[in-house]
Structure formats: C-alpha cells, structure tokens
C-alpha cells in the first residue's frame, strides 16, 4: 500500500470524524419547543400530521402539515380519522365569520392578518371540524399562542400546511372538484427491523474490520520472527525502511483530529451549500473506490495468487498489482453510478456498500498502538460529540452537528458519510442511520484488543476483545432505545457506545 493511499483514506478519516453522532432518524415527528410559550389549553406538542385526500372519490395526494400547540389532538392511526369534506374559507384569512355555512367541514385558510387562535375561533364557532392554515411559504411554521391571549378552549384540530400543499387543494377545490381530508398523526414503531440491520451492519463491519486487522498483525509478527531469524547484523543494523501501510496513532494526533474536525465542522456550517456537498460527495467516491479496491483485492487474492503478487509500473500510482489494476474499474464505476443515482430510492445501497468497505480500509491502515492513545481518542471524540450536538445551541442557535449532517441550505439530503436503511414499518418512512465515527473510533480500540489478545495468545474467553466486542454492541443497542423512547430526536450514539466501550 503506497503512501498516496494512505494519504487518501486519512483524509477521509478526518471527514468522517465530523459526522460521529448521527444516529438519527430522518424527520421527527414531534417536535419540542421550550421557547414557545405554554399555557392550560395551549401544551400541545409540535406533531407532524398526515393529511390524506380524496379528490371525486378518488385517492389524491397526501401531505404533511404540522400540528398547532392548541385545539384537540388527532387520531393516531388512518382507521380512527374520519373522512372530512374540505371548503375554503371566505374571507379567505377567516379572520371574520365565513359567509359560508358550516356543518362539520374542514376549512381550508390563509395565513396572515389576525392570530391562528383567532382564525381557530372563528372556524370552530362557523361549525369547522379542524382548520387547515396555508402558510405562505414552502417550509412548515410553529403555531404557537400569543402571550397575551386568553380564549384558548379550542376544541377542534388546527394542521399548518406548506404553500405547495395548500395551492393543490385550493386549485382542485376552484375547479369545482369534491375534496375530502383526512387527518392522523401516527406514531412510530417502538422498534423497526432497519434497526435490527443497522445494529447488525455496524457490529459486523467492526468484526470483519478487526479480524483482519488481527490477522494482518499476525503475518506481520511472524514475518519479522523470520526475518529476525535469518538476517545478518548488517541487515538488523539497518533503519526499517520497509513500507507496512499502517499509520498509528499518538496521543498528540488523536488531539489533533478533535480540533481539526472542530473547525471543518464550523466551517461547514458557516459555508454549507451545494458546493460543499457536492464536493464531500467526490471525497466520499474517492475514498469509497479506495476502500472497495482494498477489500476486493484481498478477497479475490486468495483465489487469483499470481495476479496479487505480479506488478507493474504505473505514473504517479508506483508498483500496481495485475490484481489491482483489474479489480480498480470496476470500483470507480461503482462509485461513479452510485454518486448519479444517489438521489433514487434504492441509492443506500450503494452508499453502505462504499461506506463500510471504507471503514474497514480504515481501520486496517490506522491503529493505535495502545489502550491510552485509544482512550484519549474517544474520549476526545465523547466531548465532541457532547459539545456540538447539544453545547453548541447555546452559541449558534442550533445544533451545529445536526445542521451539517442535514445538509441544511444546502439543496441536498443530508452528507453522505453515514449508513444508513430505510425504516420499513414505519408510516413516516425516512431512513434509520449512523455515522461513520461511531462505528470507526471504537472500531480502533476494538480491533487493537483483537490484535492484542492474538499476539499475547490469550483465549477468546480470557481476552479483551470479546468484552469490547459485546459492550460496543450493547452501547449501540442502548443509543436506539433511547432514539425510540425519545420519539425520533437525534441522539449522539458516541454519548452511550463511548461509555460501554472503554468500562470494558
């Protein structure tokens, strides 16, 4: 392994490091808010709401709106909401009685010129069932109380919906279509299967990583063994020069990762933007081909000997195996198509593909050399963690981490350094993910027990990597529980799987 890829894929392991905690779900679907004022009759939480259409009797779209922190609740699953004829509002703000008579209708408003309590009022009193405000914008709006106001017994459902959304059904209904709503705020499963994959993924990949990092050791001892055996002392006098492609690390660095990760991360969110994405998507290929090539080649050595062990010259790349230089094509196709289509349903498959043949790449070029480099390491990366997803609001407003790991203002769906599937049971859909640093810092430490326990021929029982093994898998399976329990909001898996994994 020349020093070109080395380079590469530590790069790479910089990145990574700014996405440790995003074991997250993709959209939550409640929403707290400690800022916004709360009051008897105005404590609802923020809840993502689902708004069915019939248009003629024949199913139409289905929206997404935001529930008011008044009026009733809804029902949490699609059999229990009743089917509701939508009209719209006139005038249009329902910021005075309707001239139309209401009996049981949903009444479809506009945003803007009197209160939403007042417009709720005013619906409920015409006879509305619930009150759908169009805002006048594409992005969802908190509706919140006044704090001031007082007539807050709203005993009908009030849903915001986007501009788009609302200029669908206002078109249809100007057309002279029929339109009925239906409106439920259901609830997510307490555990979906893409969790059970996920969970699977990422403790296999630190399985896979570190047995081959074990056996690497091993071949690399012996090796010297022979060496040490065989050589004369003008051969034991000289300087090792010899390439090994593995790179460990101090304690000095693995400071130094926090802190340049600290600034990449807040240049990111000063500067996040489609170019930056685009940009980390090309990082990503390239360190995703690396990772791919690596694997593949010591897979497919086993079977094609001579091919792994004959070389050629190439510019720039030096001694390239045959092996290598067939397998490599196939690699940057894989990585170009997938960086095309990423935007397709299925394109997670390809990014978890690129995603861990990286990490276990990774994770055979970067070591440390010892339990304090590795402590040091996670525990850096635990503070971190801590710091930019929860610390950071109180400078920036918002949580830094999860800004950058979005991809907000940026034009895409979120970076593409994570694995991630998508939640098949789940109404809401969305994917259930994990960033690369939560499998790959503790992947360091668990891979170094291996290695450990090999060389000083300890028994699996006796050993520490079985230990480690089962405390990482159980601080994974803790952060999920706490991800479910907590509706959906995103959790730094680092802030449970760091604690399990050094009190091994």
Same mark, same amino acid.
């Given at each position: 392994?020349?020093?070109?890829?080395?380079?590469?894929?530590?790069?790479?392991?910089?990145?990574?490091?700014?996405?440790?905690?995003?074991?997250?779900?993709?959209?939550?679907?409640?929403?707290?808010?400690?800022?916004?004022?709360?009051?008897?009759?105005?404590?609802?939480?923020?809840?993502?709401?689902?708004?069915?259409?019939?248009?003629?009797?024949?199913?139409?779209?289905?929206?997404?709106?935001?529930?008011?922190?008044?009026?009733?609740?809804?029902?949490?699953?699609?059999?229990?909401?009743?089917?509701?004829?939508?009209?719209?509002?006139?005038p249009p703000d329902c910021c005075s009685p309707p001239k139309n008579?209401?009996?049981?209708?949903?009444?479809?408003?506009?945003?803007?010129?009197?209160?939403?309590?007042?417009?709720?009022?005013?619906?409920?009193?015409?006879?509305?069932?619930?009150?759908?405000?169009?805002?006048?914008?594409?992005?969802?709006?908190?509706?919140?109380?006044?704090?001031?106001?007082?007539?807050?017994?709203?005993?009908?459902?009030?849903?915001?919906?986007?501009?788009?959304?609302?200029?669908?059904?206002?078109?249809?209904?100007?057309?002279?279509?029929?339109?009925?709503?239906?409106?439920?705020?259901?609830?997510?499963?307490?555990?979906?299967?893409?969790?059970?994959?996920?969970?699977?993924?990422?403790?296999?990949?630190?399985?896979c990583a570190s047995y081959w990092s074990a056996?690497?050791?091993?071949?690399?001892?012996?090796?010297?063994?022979?060496?040490?055996?065989?050589?004369?002392?003008?051969?034991?006098?000289?300087?090792?020069?010899?390439?090994?492609?593995?790179?460990?690390?101090?304690?000095?660095?693995?400071?130094?990762?926090?802190?340049?990760?600290?600034?990449?991360?807040?240049?990111?969110?000063?500067?996040?933007?489609?170019?930056?994405?685009? %940009?980390? @998507?090309?990082?990503?290929? &390239?360190?995703? =081909?690396?990772? !791919?090539?690596?694997?593949? *080649?010591? +897979?497919?050595?086993?079977?094609?000997?001579?091919?792994?062990?004959?070389?050629?010259?190439?510019?720039?790349?030096?001694?390239?195996?045959?092996?290598?230089?067939?397998?490599?094509?196939?690699?940057?196709?894989?990585?170009?198509?997938?960086?095309?289509?990423?935007?397709?349903?299925?394109?997670?498959?390809?990014?978890?593909?690129?995603?861990?043949? %990286?990490? @276990?790449?990774?994770?055979? &070029?970067?070591? =440390?050399?010892? !339990?304090?480099?590795?402590? *040091?390491? +996670?525990?850096?990366?635990?503070?971190?963690?801590?710091?930019?997803?929860?610390?950071?609001?109180?400078?920036?407003?918002?949580?830094?981490?999860?800004?950058?790991?979005?991809?907000?203002?940026?034009?895409?769906?979120?970076?593409?350094?994570?694995?991630?599937?998508?939640?098949?049971?789940?109404?809401?859909?969305?994917?259930?993910?994990?960033?690369?640093?939560?499998?790959?810092?503790?992947?360091?430490?668990?891979?170094?027990? !291996?290695?450990?326990?090999?060389?000083?021929?300890?028994?699996?029982?006796?050993?520490?990597?079985?230990?480690?093994?089962?405390?990482?898998?159980?601080?994974?399976?803790?952060?999920?529980?706490?991800?479910?329990?907590?509706?959906?909001?995103?959790?730094?898996?680092?802030?449970?799987?760091?604690?399990?994994?050094?009190?091994?």
């Amino acid at each position: 392994m020349d020093s070109e890829r080395i380079l590469v894929v530590l790069c790479i392991l910089v990145i990574t490091l700014l996405f440790c905690s995003r074991s997250v779900l993709a959209g939550d679907i409640v929403h707290e808010d400690d800022i916004a004022p709360k009051k008897p009759g105005c404590e609802n939480s923020f809840v993502l709401v689902k708004v069915h259409t019939l248009i003629d009797n024949v199913e139409g779209k289905e929206f997404v709106g935001v529930g008011a922190r008044f009026g009733t609740t809804m029902a949490s699953k699609e059999k229990h909401a009743n089917h509701s004829k939508l009209v719209l509002s006139d005038p249009p703000d329902c910021c005075s009685p309707p001239k139309n008579k209401l009996t049981g209708e949903v009444i479809l408003v506009h945003r803007g010129n009197c209160t939403f309590t007042t417009k709720a009022n005013i619906a409920e009193t015409a006879g509305a069932s619930a009150i759908l405000i169009v805002n006048y914008k594409k992005e969802l709006y908190k509706m919140v109380c006044e704090a001031n106001e007082t007539d807050l017994q709203i005993q009908i459902p009030a849903v915001m919906l986007p501009q788009d959304a609302g200029s669908i059904l206002e078109d249809s209904l100007n057309g002279n279509s029929s339109v009925a709503v239906q409106l439920y705020s259901p609830q997510r499963p307490l555990v979906d299967i893409a969790e059970v994959f996920l969970w699977l993924m990422a403790v296999g990949t630190i399985l896979c990583a570190s047995y081959w990092s074990a056996w690497s050791a091993r071949g690399a001892a012996i090796e010297q063994d022979k060496l040490l055996k065989d050589a004369s002392d003008d051969y034991l006098n000289m300087e090792d020069t010899s390439a090994t492609g593995v790179v460990d690390i101090n304690t000095t660095s693995a400071v130094l990762f926090v802190v340049i990760a600290s600034c990449f991360l807040v240049m990111l969110y000063k500067l996040m933007s489609y170019a930056f994405v685009e %940009l980390l @998507v090309v990082l990503f290929c &390239i360190g995703g =081909v690396e990772g !791919l090539q690596t694997c593949l *080649v010591a +897979l497919l050595s086993r079977w094609f000997k001579r091919a792994g062990e004959s070389f050629i010259k190439v510019p720039f790349f030096g001694a390239v195996s045959h092996l290598t230089l067939a397998v490599s094509p196939f690699c940057i196709a894989f990585a170009v198509i997938w960086a095309v289509f990423r935007r397709v349903s299925f394109a997670w498959i390809g990014q978890d593909i690129l995603g861990i043949a %990286l990490i @276990v790449t990774v994770l055979q &070029i970067v070591r =440390v050399p010892n !339990l304090k480099v590795g402590t *040091v390491l +996670l525990s850096c990366a635990f503070l971190y963690d801590i710091f930019w997803v929860f610390v950071s609001k109180s400078f920036f407003s918002e949580s830094v981490m999860i800004v950058v790991a979005r991809g907000d203002n940026s034009g895409e769906d979120g970076i593409p350094m994570l694995l991630k599937i998508p939640r098949m049971f789940d109404p809401w859909g969305g994917y259930s993910i994990i960033g690369f640093g939560d499998i790959l810092l503790p992947g360091l430490i668990i891979a170094f027990t !291996l290695r450990y326990d090999w060389l000083s021929k300890k028994s699996l029982r006796a050993g520490y990597f079985l230990w480690a093994m089962m405390a990482y898998g159980l601080g994974l399976l803790i952060t999920y529980v706490a991800l479910n329990l907590m509706d959906g909001h995103g959790q730094p898996a680092l802030l449970y799987i760091v604690p399990f994994t050094l009190g091994e």
